[in-house]
């Protein structure tokens, strides 16, 4: 710790400007933020401690604050530490059965459906394109169009999907603002 602690910070360097670590959410992702800001600096460990408290808020400078004196002599063991201490928050991928449960409401619009099948499938972790695609349909309404133009015409990738599902909430909403106007 005291090559840390002594070290001075190089003349020409610009601290960039971070996102201050709450203490809620994954410090994994945020090291890895941290990682990607300082990546030109990467290499100089010294320097890469001494400025990750800067990234820190209250919470987690309480944790920072209170590290026995020379118990951190390397950036890795900083970040081991500091995961460690916040392992609490960290993001659990979801599993591919969490897609399974979803299906469409009677009175959902698509575009809501859509909404939220799309953010459950970024949670979780792989590859499965080709599952998303049967799943997101089997979720739809027996009755609703696009998924009788799904069993119609197959789609074989998320990004065919996605053009088809944006095709069908465009409709959905005409449908809307025509029923608004009528009022």
Avoid at 10 to 19: I, K, L, N, S
Wanted: proline share 3%.
């Amino acid at each position: 710790m005291r090559n840390i602690e002594g070290a001075s910070l190089p003349r020409r360097f610009h601290q960039p400007t971070f996102t201050i670590y709450n203490g809620r959410t994954d410090p994994v992702e945020h090291v890895s933020y941290f990682n990607q800001r300082m990546a030109v600096h990467s290499k100089d460990e010294a320097l890469m401690c001494k400025v990750f408290p800067s990234n820190l808020g209250l919470v987690a400078m309480r944790w920072f604050n209170g590290l026995r004196a020379n118990s951190i002599d390397s950036f890795k063991k900083l970040t081991r530490a500091f995961g460690a201490r916040f392992i609490t928050c960290s993001r659990v991928p979801r599993s591919l059965g969490s897609l399974l449960s979803m299906s469409m409401r009677e009175g959902e619009t698509l575009k809501a459906y859509s909404n939220s099948y799309w953010e459950m499938f970024n949670e979780i972790d792989g590859n499965y394109d080709d599952v998303a695609i049967s799943i997101f349909k089997a979720g739809l309404l027996a009755k609703h169009d696009l998924r009788k133009s799904l069993t119609g015409k197959l789609v074989s990738s998320v990004h065919q999907l996605m053009d088809r599902i944006d095709k069908y909430i465009r409709v959905e909403e005409t449908k809307y603002r025509g029923k608004e106007r009528l009022r």
